[in-house]
C-alpha cells in the first residue's frame, strides 16, 4: 500500500540555520505530494504542494521539489526562525480520498 | 483561519457520557473526513464522507458514530468512550477527493479527554 516515511525528529536549531526534513515515499502511480504544518494547539494547515515530477512547491521560504528519481519530497528552509516551531507532516496522495500521512517531525527552534 | 472550524475546543466526558464534536465548512467542498491524532501515533483516518455519502469507514468502534446532514456541516456522535479514545480529533474537508489530489483543509480539533 501507499505509505510515507520521513525523519522522526525532534529537530533542534538554533534561528537562522539551515532545515531539511526528508520525506520519501512509496512510487505507486503519480501521487501528489504535500507538506503540511501544525503549531501548537491547532489542527494541520496545508504548507506547500507538487502535483507532478519536477515541481517544486514553496511557501513562506520553505521549499520541497517533487523527485520521481528517488521517491522524495525533501523539506527544506533557508533560514529558519523562532515561529517556525511546530510539528511538520509529509504527505501523498492516492485513490478513494485518501491523503497519506508521515508520522511528523517536531522541530524546535532556540532564538 | 482555514475555514473548517470545530466546536469544542475542549471536551471532556465520563465513559458513560454522550456527546457530539461539531465541524463546519465554509468552502463549498464536497468531501469532509474525521481524523484521530493521538499522541506519537500517526494520524488516523476515521471516516470519509463524499456529498454527504459515507465513503469509507476504517473499521472504527461502533462507540464512534458519524453523521453528515448536507455537505458543509460533519458530526461524530460519541457514546461510552474508553480512556484511550483520549486523543486530538480533526476535522478536515476537500474540494473533491476521488483522485486524491485535492489538498485537505483542517480544522482546529477538539481536544478530547475520557475520564
Known amino acids: 500500500g501507499n505509505s510515507v516515511t520521513q525523519m522522526e525528529g525532534p529537530v533542534t536549531l538554533s534561528e537562522e540555520a539551515f532545515l531539511t526534513i526528508n520525506c520519501t515515499y512509496t512510487?505507486?502511480?503519480?501521487?501528489?505530494l504535500f507538506w503540511y504544518v501544525q503549531y501548537p494547539g491547532e489542527g494541520l494547515q496545508l504548507l506547500l504542494k507538487?502535483?507532478?515530477?519536477?515541481d517544486k512547491g514553496s511557501n513562506k521560504g520553505f521549499e520541497a521539489t517533487y523527485r520521481k528519481e528517488t521517491t522524495s519530497f525533501h523539506l527544506e528552509k533557508g533560514s529558519v526562525q523562532v515561529s517556525d516551531s511546530a510539528v511538520y507532516f509529509c504527505?501523498?496522495?492516492?485513490?478513494?480520498?485518501?491523503?497519506?500521512f508521515g508520522k511528523g517531525t517536531l522541530l524546535t527552534v532556540n532564538p | 483561519e482555514t475555514g473548517v472550524t470545530q466546536t469544542p475546543r475542549h471536551l471532556v466526558m465520563g465513559m458513560t457520557n454522550k456527546k457530539s464534536l461539531k465541524c463546519e465548512q465554509h468552502?463549498?467542498?464536497?468531501?469532509m473526513y474525521w481524523y484521530k491524532q493521538s499522541a506519537k501515533k500517526p494520524l488516523e483516518l476515521m471516516f470519509v464522507?463524499?456529498?454527504?455519502?459515507?465513503?469509507e469507514n476504517n473499521s472504527v468502534p461502533s462507540r464512534f458514530s458519524p453523521e453528515c446532514p448536507n455537505s458543509s456541516h460533519l458530526f461524530l456522535h460519541l457514546h461510552t468512550l474508553q480512556p484511550e479514545d483520549s486523543a486530538l480529533y480533526l476535522c478536515?474537508?476537500?474540494?473533491?477527493?476521488?483522485?486524491?489530489?485535492?489538498?485537505?483543509?483542517f480544522g482546529p480539533g477538539t481536544r478530547l479527554t475520557v475520564t
Open positions: 512510487a505507486t502511480g503519480y501521487p501528489s
Open positions: 478536515a474537508s476537500s474540494q473533491d477527493g476521488l483522485a486524491g489530489e485535492y489538498e485537505q483543509y
Open positions: 464522507y463524499s456529498l454527504e455519502e459515507r465513503v
Open positions: 468552502l463549498g467542498h464536497n468531501a
Open positions: 507538487a502535483t507532478k515530477a519536477d
Open positions: 504527505a501523498r496522495g492516492g485513490s478513494n480520498y485518501k491523503l497519506t
